[in-house]
Nanobody, 124 residues
Framework: QLQLVESGGGLVQPGGSLRLSCAAS????????VVWYRHTPGKEREWVSC????????KYADSVKGRFIISRDNAKSTVYLQMNSLSPDDTATYYC?????????????????WGQGIQVTVSA
């Protein structure tokens, strides 16, 4: 059974960068779109970015557009989220989520497998 494990989180200063990884085990991720979400206690869970199975299609939330870049390496069954120009508002637990489709215009639909989440803290 496919499982997702996030890594790369941690503490970073405002203006800094982090790269999150989402690695699949138990099965391949190459046939599925993948979505990144984030959640901060007291706030609603927020969709951040998504990428199609081929990597040809990507989408970003307005809050991260121009700062975050999603990519994937299907040979490694891994999806990445490069986060630049981080601010304290980006502090959250980040989750990668597998879609049941190769791509769907509404990235929040047809999701079935969630990672355990990784903490990102942006603070001076």
């Amino acid at each position: 059974q496919l499982q997702l494990v996030e890594s790369g989180g941690g503490l970073v200063q405002p203006g800094g960068s982090l790269r999150l990884s989402c690695a699949a085990s138990g099965s391949t991720l190459q046939h599925y779109a993948v979505v990144w979400y984030r959640h901060t206690p007291g706030k609603e869970r927020e969709w951040v970015s998504c990428i199609s199975s081929s990597g040809m299609n990507t989408k970003y939330a307005d809050s991260v557009k121009g700062r975050f870049i999603i990519s994937r390496d299907n040979a490694k069954s891994t999806v990445y989220l490069q986060m630049n120009s981080l601010s304290p508002d980006d502090t959250a637990t980040y989750y990668c989520v597998k879609s049941q489709t190769t791509w769907y215009s509404d990235c929040t639909k047809y999701l079935d497998v969630w990672g355990q989440g990784i903490q990102v803290t942006v603070s001076a």
